[in-house]
């Protein structure tokens, strides 16, 4: 009922957020000199490059002042229009910035999906255990896990995790079965005849048939051992992933456990009888849920910046690895891009999380 | 201990009310006492030393630029050799092993502190004074100027700060200054949501009711109230942020060492970039010694600023 | 022959009262062990509530009223409080026989203790506290709005504690509706038309017969507000077989039989460890023995049930919450509530502060315990709102019958709700009696200062107001003062007084003082 009306209040506040990101990402790009702007709008291949300058200075409003320009800069945006990009390094591709996105993208958005999955469904109960036992043997562990895992800079663990997990990295290793790179090997088998599902793309990346994950389309298609293939290629960066973002939670939620079992309606609880089991989960756990919620949105902005790294240590054709190639390539509208769609994505995890708010706690649905 | 002397005839049941002096002084005491918080205190204030120590007297490391730092090292030209193992026979620049081309670890990592921690406090202290600033103000008028500051604020926590980041960096041009820019303007919306609520929550307590009502001015009240009130969990912010920021800042060099960027500033996270290669052949020291400088630090500011917590929350206390 | 007469009279009427005890607190010692020391909150206190009784408290702040209503259901937040020894009995089980064994409490210094918890000893513990809180004694605080849990409705936190305890009289109750033939209901209705002077009484007389006793007030109503026979009957049969269309006889039959299973093996295990705390070794092995064949009988039977119970379960609990939700509903109209319904649905901060409070006091009265502990049940609310919640608790004391221990730091709420009253003093009882007697005479230095110096009639009317008479502030309780713990503001000390502390002695029946202006009683 009330939730309702919370959700809409909720999504028209996307609206100002949406103006104030595009607005960002807009001075990012104005303050850039007009010209070189107009020559990285175009495929740099195209024939009549001079005309084509001018059609891209008329459709980024070069010449028409900032707040025209902005304006052109909105239209571009939501009619799809981003720019064109050549990456050179370390990603080879050549196309607009938009269909680029949407060949890297589908491998971050699996990454995300399991490392959030499996943090979460970490998390909870293993919070929930040590927050109900303060100070006990288990707390301190927790602690000093959730701590260490905090504090190790997620590139380091990265780095560290491929030599001592990766295959081939250290010869003989018996622990060394995870594949280090991409997404999953491409044989010679597929090289030569790609099965129907996969779309070959652009720079040795390849899109799959139909949810474009990669370990789905292959568990659809019955492929089980590409299936496998790939999953292997996602154990170590989800397992980083998931370490240091479960160090996170853990420690939101045991200080929101130890901050409600000193509350009042726990004494309530215990007042009436409540089995101590019963109190921990529905009394307990469900309220301090509501604050460790809160600080989800802030600890996925931060799990994007892993993703970054991550992508980065363990090759992995993500939106992440796409946009240090845009940087390294130096392509204005491939960082544009990027950095809007990362924005994007957060706006969207946050809207989330503030939804799984107001289902948690009551008393903001007003 | 406190409460024993007894006043008669005062005509009140009350117990005496702790005076500010004697609070701040209880809570130091607890702070003592807490053993951990401690020790991520003194960690945390010898790091400070060790920069505070390099800038004022250069001489003592000797290596407060590289470039200098790399003249003094024999076989310097050797670039393909192997970085030595940390050893304790030699000159104590050579304690921690060598990374890169032979870069000593050990006084070049103490050198790397102290322009991390010289820009992590830088802005963590400029986000930190705009943020409550603007929070404060924000929280305690309300209406139209609390809307545009969440808006903004909003917006700012829509930001995937490492990417955006990376974008102003690249746009304003790569170099220790922009960095620095781009995340202050990163970091100062958490403490403006942090203040506003504060803020807000102070606005309506009863003594500032009061003081409003006897016709203090906004600008009294909000300087001897509200930004008052505000500061305690701002301090354990401050205290959780050195950690993040350090890492970000960390983060952003090991990505453009590790993309193959020349340039050589002695920090820690372009430290671990150089010796990144080395692992697969078991040459852990360039990627351990200087990570666990970080992780170190880290620690400790986190562990001081839960103590922190824990003695500034009267709930918790016991 | 008249005064032994009375004296006979006075004591059986003694005896009697020993026996209608259904509190019984003795030498309880609470402490919080605090980095500042050792807090001696509570200080070896007895008293006792008898059956329907209102028992007032009263003291300064921070004297230890909190913690003793804390301390009675073992509420005292851990760390840092214990309770450390002592006796609480309520309905007679004393919920600290085995104290010694759950906590040992190694005291390195002031402010360096390890409380080491004996998990065997604490399992029994919780036991026996699972079957008195909520059950035989509920729990009213001072702040409502802190006390409800924020995200839970209204309905859910009442509903949980029906649930908890009241399984088996739900099943009984639910069979015996099913049992209910149409045909009866039909003859009931067809009985009223004909005699519509006596509908109370047949209505009682049918309900008894047919076990629907708890659904009597609300048939009564539908007699009430409906005219055409027709209709009466559809509602009647709306409100008895409501929701058991959609659960079989044989399932209902089944969960009955396993929570009376239940419950007999918990009421052995209860009085197991009850006997275990005497030192009766045939009693307990009786006991151990009918524990044991009844496990072996039945025990068997149901360890299958509670697997079922959670696949097939789902729908046998879904009539059990429907029965709760409607019992909650007629605790929320007897606590004078409008709109059950409403209320039900409501989230905690949707209601105002009174009805919080009447919530948090259907919560506590939700399982009818024949105790309620209200701590300053009114302090947080408004004045009307107050006296409102007063006269309601005073209502419910009479018509449920429950004893309430009430806590408060203002007399004139104590004068006009109380039966008996306790005075505290830094954790410790000074004075106890009867309240008139106590306003009438005050005998304590301390209580005659808190009722405003000299000991008059006119006092009662000046409480509360004279509360700030006595000069001198709360003692800390870490370094409380020696002896009588009032000696530093007591206008009548004496040298005794510093050194050694007065016992709590009865001067005459039921009234009871600490002082050694009284009775040179030294306790040890
Ligand atoms: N959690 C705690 N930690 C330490 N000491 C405590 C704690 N709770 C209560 N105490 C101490 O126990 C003593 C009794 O407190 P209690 O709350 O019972 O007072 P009270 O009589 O209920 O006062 P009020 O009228 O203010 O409610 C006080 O001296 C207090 O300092
Ligand atoms: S015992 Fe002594 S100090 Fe205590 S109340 Fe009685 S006269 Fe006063
Ligand atoms: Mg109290």
Redesign the interface.
């Known amino acids: 009922m009330e939730l309702r009306f919370f959700i809409i209040r909720r999504l028209l506040l996307i609206i100002p957020t949406l103006i104030g990101l595009t607005i960002i990402v807009f001075v990012l790009m104005w303050s850039l000199p007009h010209t070189f702007l107009a020559s990285a709008f175009i495929n740099p291949k195209a024939p009549n490059r001079a005309q084509q300058i001018i059609n891209a200075e008329n459709a980024l409003g070069l010449n028409q002042g900032i707040v025209l320009g902005y304006l052109h800069y909105l239209g571009n945006t939501f009619t799809g229009n981003w720019g064109y990009m050549t990456l050179s390094n370390p990603i080879k591709y050549s196309g607009t910035v938009l269909s680029g996105i949407g060949l890297f993208f589908p491998n971050t958005i699996q990454l995300v999906i399991f490392a959030a999955v499996l943090s979460i469904l970490i998390s909870i109960p293993l919070g929930t255990y040590i927050g109900a036992r303060p100070n006990s043997l288990a707390d301190h562990l927790g602690r000093i896990f959730s701590l260490s895992f905090y504090a190790i800079p997620v590139f380091v663990l990265a780095i560290v995790f491929q030599v001592i997990f990766g295959q081939g990295v250290i010869a003989g290793n018996p622990l060394g079965i995870f594949p280090i790179s991409g997404t999953f090997t491409i044989t010679s088998q597929i090289a030569i005849s790609p099965p129907s599902w996969l779309i070959s793309g652009v720079g040795g990346v390849v899109l799959s048939k139909p949810t474009h994950l990669i370990v789905f389309d292959a568990l659809i298609a019955g492929d089980y051992s590409l299936a496998s293939n790939a999953f292997m290629h996602l154990v170590l960066p989800v397992l980083v992933l998931t370490l240091s973002l479960l160090a996170g939670i853990l420690r939101f939620l045991r200080a929101s456990m130890v901050d409600a079992a000193n509350s009042e309606y726990v004494k309530t609880a215990r007042s009436k009888g409540v089995p101590e089991g019963k109190v921990i989960k529905l009394h307990m756990r469900r309220n301090a849920l509501i604050p460790t919620v809160t600080v989800l949105g802030l600890l996925f902005a931060s799990l994007l910046g892993g993703v970054v790294l991550i992508e980065d240590v363990f090759d992995y054709p993500g939106i992440g690895y796409l946009a240090l190639s845009t940087i390294l390539s130096g392509s204005i509208f491939g960082v544009l891009g990027t950095t809007f769609l990362f924005g994007i994505v957060l706006i969207s995890a946050n809207l989330l999380v503030d939804i799984a708010y107001a289902i948690l706690d009551p008393r903001i649905r007003y | 201990m406190v409460q024993e002397t007894v006043v008669r005839n005062e005509g009140q049941l009350q117990p005496k009310r702790h005076s500010r002096f004697e609070n701040a002084n209880s809570t130091f005491r607890l702070f003592l006492k807490n053993r951990l918080a401690m020790v991520g205190l003194v960690i945390t204030v010898i790091y400070f030393a060790i920069a505070v120590l390099d800038s004022v007297y250069p001489q003592w490391l000797g290596v407060s630029n590289l470039s200098t730092a790399l003249n003094f090292i024999p076989g310097h030209s050797a670039n393909l050799a192997l970085p030595t193992a940390p050893s304790f026979s030699g000159s104590w620049w050579f304690w921690l092993g060598t990374t890169y081309s032979r870069i000593p670890i050990l006084p070049v990592v103490l050198g790397a502190l102290r322009i991390d921690l010289a820009y992590t406090v830088l802005i963590v202290f400029v986000g930190m004074s705009v943020g409550v600033i603007v929070g404060s103000i924000a929280g305690y008028f309300g209406g139209i100027v609390d809307e545009i500051v969440m808006r903004v604020t909003d917006v700012f926590f829509s930001l995937p700060f490492f990417v955006f980041a990376l974008a102003i960096v690249y746009v304003l041009g790569f170099s220790f200054t922009n960095v620095v820019l781009a995340l202050m303007i990163i970091w100062w919306p958490t403490y403006a949501r942090l203040s506003r609520g504060l803020a807000l929550e102070t606005k309506s307590l009863k003594y500032v009711e009061a003081s409003r009502a006897s016709g203090a001015s906004n600008f009294r009240i909000l300087v001897s109230h509200i930004i008052p009130n505000v500061l305690s969990p701002v301090y354990v912010q401050i205290s959780l942020d050195l950690g993040s920021v350090i890492q970000l800042f960390a983060a952003i060099f090991f990505l453009v060492g590790s993309l193959g960027a020349s340039a050589y500033p002695i920090e820690i996270g372009y430290m671990i970039s150089t010796g990144e290669s080395y692992l697969a052949q078991g040459i852990w020291w360039p990627v351990i010694i200087p990570s666990l400088f970080l992780l170190v630090f880290t620690v400790a500011v986190n562990l001081m600023g839960d103590g922190l917590r824990d003695v500034l929350d009267p709930k918790l206390r016991r | 022959m008249y005064s032994i007469q009375n004296l006979e009279d006075k004591e059986s009427k003694e005896e009697a009262k020993e026996e209608d005890a259904y509190l019984k607190v003795t030498d309880l010692v609470t402490n919080?062990y605090?980095?500042?020391?050792i807090v001696k909150a509570l200080d070896k206190i007895s008293f006792s509530i008898n059956k329907g009784e209102i028992f007032g408290m009263v003291g300064?702040?921070?004297c230890g009223k909190s913690v003793t209503a804390?301390s009675i259901?073992d509420?005292v937040?851990d760390?840092?409080g214990r309770v450390v020894s002592g006796k609480v009995e309520i309905d007679g089980f004393n919920i600290f026989s085995d104290l010694a064994n759950i906590v040992r409490i190694r005291i390195k210094s002031q402010t360096d203790v390890k409380v080491k918890r004996n998990k065997r000893a604490l399992k029994k513990h919780?036991f026996m506290?699972?079957?008195?809180?909520?059950?035989k004694a509920?729990?009213i605080?001072q702040?409502p709005s802190?006390?409800?849990?924020?995200?839970?409705r209204a309905g859910e936190?009442i509903t949980?504690?029906i649930l908890?305890?009241n399984k088996k009289p739900i099943a009984d109750s639910l069979i015996n509706r099913a049992n209910l033939s149409l045909d009866d209901l039909k003859h009931l209705v067809e009985e009223v038309q004909k005699n519509k002077e006596n509908v109370r009484s047949i209505l009682n007389e049918w309900c008894r017969s047919n076990a629907l006793v708890d659904l009597e007030t609300q048939i009564n109503s539908i007699f009430r507000n409906y005219s055409d026979p027709a209709e009466i009957e559809s509602e009647i049969v709306s409100l008895i077989k409501a929701g058991l269309t959609s659960v079989d006889k044989r399932s209902l039959i089944e969960a009955r039989d396993y929570y009376s299973y239940i419950e007999k093996a918990e009421n052995l295990q209860l009085s197991l460890y009850a006997a275990e705390e005497g030192s009766d070794r045939e009693l307990i092995s009786s006991i151990e023995k009918e524990l044991e064949q009844l496990r072996l009988k039945e025990g068997t039977r149901y360890r299958f049930y509670s697997i079922k119970r959670i696949f097939t379960g789902r729908k046998v609990e879904r009539v059990f919450k429907a029965e709760a939700e409607r019992r909650a509903k007629e605790i929320l109209s007897l606590v004078s509530l409008p709109d059950p319904e409403r209320i039900m649905r409501s989230?905690p901060?949707e209601l105002s502060g009174g009805m919080q409070q009447r919530v948090?006091i259907a919560?506590?009265l939700?399982?009818d315990p024949k105790l309620l502990i209200a701590d300053e049940p009114t302090t947080a609310l408004d004045v009307t709102t107050q006296a409102q919640i007063l006269r309601l608790l005073r209502n419910l004391n009479k018509l449920v019958g429950a004893s309430i221990l009430f806590i408060t730091h203002d007399l004139a709420v104590i004068a006009e709700m109380c039966h008996r009253v306790a005075v505290m003093y830094a954790g410790n009882i000074v004075e106890v009696g009867e309240v008139l007697e106590i306003f009438d005479s005050p005998k304590h230095p301390y209580t005659v200062g808190l009722l405003g110096a000299i000991p008059t009639t006119q006092a009662k009317t000046d409480a509360g107001v004279n509360?700030?008479?006595?000069?001198?502030?709360?003692?800390?309780l870490?370094?409380p003062p020696s002896g009588c713990r009032f000696h530093?503001?007591c206008s009548f000390v004496m040298p005794v007084c510093s050194q050694s502390k007065p016992k709590l002695v009865e001067l005459e029946t039921g009234r009871k003082v600490a002082c050694f202006l009284y009775s040179s009683e030294v306790d040890d």
Request: net charge positive; glycine share 8%; aromatic share 6%.
């Open positions: 919080f605090t980095s500042r020391g300064e702040s921070g804390l259901m509420l937040p760390p840092p919780n506290l699972s079957k008195i809180r909520g059950k509920g729990m605080f702040e802190l006390s409800l849990n924020p995200v839970l936190q949980e504690n908890i305890h989230f901060h948090m919560i506590a939700a399982s509360m700030h008479t006595i000069p001198g502030s709360v003692p800390n870490i370094t530093p503001r």
